[in-house]
């Protein structure tokens, strides 16, 4: 039986934990705080819709959604908002007249088809935390878990309904088997499964009760469920296409064609998935991109950026306002876009974006930045991991521990930018 991980992070989002990968997926400071800060926000995407009608995003390592999730209510506050000019009242209702409609294209790839499936199930807006009894030993999440709940963003409900719509023909039985099983009760919004069981009750061929439950969501979700109107509302301005492939991402964009604006760039620690992180994988991914497209991801590693750079992008860093540190990277396609991002980041008070500082570009001279290889896109982890740390024993690059020696006497500075 496939076995979940899951608990509450401290903006009442769900996180999990992979025991495969002794790592979790999510920041415990928060699942969808960690989204909006680190993939949707540094994006400046509301520039791009308003000159753009159309936008492609590849999210890689889809998980539960986070990532994706974030990008679609961040894009209907934008809708909400741009429609109705100055009445700045957030509600669908008042955009009938607006003619523009927005194609959105997400191809989200994962290997975890059951992670996957289950991402419109979670919660995601929970006020009331209970992490006292996780189902894992992880001392380091419990010590940084809160039962106070923070929450900077709110999920929207059509969000999940929008995703659940998009793949209701993909979710099987084994998906089934864990959102019915009780452990996982505190975790699933039940509102979304009673969609689920209705949207999937095609026609009666069971008991009168059955048919009777079908026909109370019926009337449940198209008269009273407020999420599912505006759901069906928001699909009148959205041509809203989303392709969720169970698939190693290798594989599945050598035969992709698509050229995409932005790509979430999400998997694991370089250390535990280096095959998502070779510089040969990053070339596939620039090969992928519109120009002036974007790679955002959660990693500060001298290693990817150098990756970055030898794969042809121009590499900034993210960093945030609110916890005072850089927490991400940024890599782009045209190197003029760059100083745009820095400039239209300037004054805003979540996240900024800089170039990288003289000690970044020294750092990854060392052997910190010797990146992963895989020419063919085909080697297993181990072999990459083993064949790097071959390179990196062989390689006469100095050691970062002591570039950093170096760098701090030269510079007479204790705290590294």
Not at 155 to 171: A, F, G, M, P, S
Not at 211 to 221: D, S
Not at 261 to 268: G, S
Request: net charge positive.
């Amino acid at each position: 039986m496939y076995e979940l991980y899951p608990y509450f992070t401290n903006d009442g989002s769900v996180g999990l934990f992979s025991p495969s990968a002794d790592d979790i997926y999510h920041s415990t400071y928060g699942a969808l705080t960690e989204a909006y800060e680190k993939f949707i926000l540094p994006s400046n995407i509301n520039n791009f819709l308003r000159n753009n009608s159309e936008i492609k995003i590849l999210d890689i390592c889809f998980g539960i959604g986070y990532n994706s999730k974030s990008f679609l209510n961040y894009f209907l506050d934008f809708l909400y908002n741009e429609t109705i000019g100055t009445d700045k009242i957030k509600s669908i209702d008042k955009i009938d007249t607006y003619n523009k409609k927005f194609k959105i294209y997400i191809h989200a790839l994962d290997n975890d088809k059951n992670l996957a499936y289950l991402s419109p199930f979670f919660i995601s807006n929970n006020k009331k935390i209970k992490n006292n009894e996780l189902s894992f030993n992880q001392e380091k999440i419990k010590r940084m878990l809160s039962n106070k709940v923070i929450q900077k963003y709110k999920l929207k409900e059509e969000v999940n309904i929008l995703l659940l719509k998009r793949i209701l023909d993909q979710i099987d039985e084994e998906t089934i088997q864990i959102l019915n099983n009780k452990k996982y009760n505190q975790f699933f919004d039940r509102n979304i499964i009673n969609l689920f069981k209705f949207l999937g009750t095609k026609e009666c061929k069971y008991t009168l009760i059955r048919c009777l439950n079908a026909f109370l969501h019926n009337i449940y979700y198209k008269y009273i469920s407020k999420g599912y109107k505006k759901a069906l509302k928001a699909l009148k301005f959205i041509d809203f296409d989303f392709n969720l492939e169970i698939d190693d991402a290798r594989q599945s964009l050598q035969r992709d064609n698509i050229l995409y604006n932005y790509v979430f760039l999400d998997a694991f620690t370089p250390t535990k998935c280096p095959c998502l992180w070779t510089v040969d994988f990053l070339r596939l991914l620039y090969s992928h991109l519109e120009d002036g497209g974007m790679i955002l991801t959660y990693s500060n590693s001298a290693q990817v950026r150098n990756a970055f750079i030898n794969a042809g992008f121009t590499v900034g860093k993210i960093y945030s306002e609110s916890s005072k540190k850089f927490t991400g990277t940024v890599a782009l396609k045209n190197n003029s876009d760059l100083e745009k991002l820095i400039f239209d980041h300037k004054n805003n008070n979540l996240v900024k974006i800089s170039k990288l500082s003289e000690y970044d570009l020294g750092l990854i001279k060392t052997k910190a930045g010797i990146f992963y290889r895989d020419e063919n896109l085909s080697l297993d982890n181990e072999a990459i991991i083993k064949a790097h740390e071959i390179e990196v024993q062989n390689s006469n690059f100095m050691s970062s521990s002591k570039f950093i020696k170096v760098y701090k006497k030269l510079n007479n500075r204790s705290e590294l930018l």
